[in-house]
């Protein structure tokens, strides 16, 4: 399916975006408004790396750039509830699944925020052992990344540099690509003793982070890493990732937007990164935090 999103009408030229094949097509229209509304259920950001990067809202019937809102005002107003995973009209629970479904889907399994606890290479089920076997038996990748403080994570290597842009990381390097989820865990877990494994998001957002060399941090990580791991390292020092956000001013003091609070909100955007939009005002709107939340947004 493929829908335009909203340019000026002046300037009759909109974008088409194609959701099977995620490719922008670029067309003419004379019959584009300057002010449009937005409804669906929210879900991470799509994202395009480029300078800076690009942000897409994606919604069932529309998309929206969101970069082209940059200093312009948007009313966001909170509809309801839709599970990611069952698509019922249920409360949101966590990470956009309902109560039942956070409970029961193998797509947000303990393994997927502590690897170490994967079990698919063993032939083991936790849920679902032919979901389990399709993710956890991929290329992983444990890197650091540099948002406020330097970071150690992990991730798919499909989602490189994703999984960086989503947590809003200026630069980040690869330390090691292993081919299963578990190896990459229990590297984590040992280098957690040395780095942080969390993102302070204020930092982040105030655009609070530490000075240092990545690049050094990397070459003294090898004697941390597990023998069985040692071989999978990336020597690479030229494979090294700067991030640049569409942000025209960060904010001196942050404070959340929460829908189950505040079911109307109206503002300037000034910036957007990591997953969070960020206002004039100092409000941050962290869209991962409200997936499966259905909204109108008047942009």
Known sequence: ???ITNFTASSKIAKKYNIKTHKLIIVKSSNLKSKMTYEGVLAKMQTEFGNPIQYYLIFENSFLNVNQLLNKEIEISFVGYQCLNCNKKKKIFRQGFCYDCFYSSPAVGDWIMRPELSTAHLG?????????TKVQLQPHVV???LSSDVKVGVTRKTQVPTRWIDQGACEAVSIVEVPNRYLAGITEVVLKNHFVDKTNWRKMLQNEVLTLDLLAEKTRIFEYLPEEVKPYFNADLNEHF????????????????NLDKTNHFKGKLIGIKGQYLIFEDGTVFNIRSFEGYVVSMDV
């Open 143 to 145: 890197y650091l990344a």
């Open 1 to 3: 399916m493929i829908q």
């Open 124 to 132: 083991i089920a936790d849920r679902d052992l032919d979901y389990e």
């Open 242 to 257: 700067i991030l640049n956000y569409p942000v025209l001013q960060h904010p001196k003091k942050v404070t959340g937007l």
